[in-house]
């Protein structure tokens, strides 16, 4: 199992991050969207321990739609995808 993200770890990716910028949750690898944040909720969890939830709102525009390619490729939720390549194009030969 993969360790759980933990709030210090959160605040220490986030002092990287412009301040003045956005928070947006990135959602579902198999169709990766983007989500508004709207609240920061404390709780305990089934086995007593302490979770933070990053919720969203609840407001009609809270899914942005979907996430930017460069977005869905760092978690691994999708392959890179290039262009193919270009091929010379064909002439039409007049007879």
Excluded at 14 to 37: G, K, S, T
Excluded at 70 to 76: S, T
Aim: negative net charge.
């Amino acid at each position: 199992m993969d360790t759980e993200l933990t709030v210090g770890d959160l605040i220490g990716l986030l002092l990287a991050c412009d301040r003045d910028a956005p928070v947006r949750q990135a959602m579902n690898p198999f169709f990766p969207m983007a989500h508004r944040l709207a609240q920061v909720v404390q709780s305990v969890d089934e086995t007593g321990q302490t979770v933070v939830y990053l919720a969203e709102g609840r407001e009609a525009d809270t899914q942005f739609g979907h996430l930017p390619p460069d977005v869905a490729v760092e978690p691994a939720w999708q392959s890179p995808v290039q262009a193919p390549p270009r091929r010379p194009r064909r002439t039409a030969s007049r007879k």
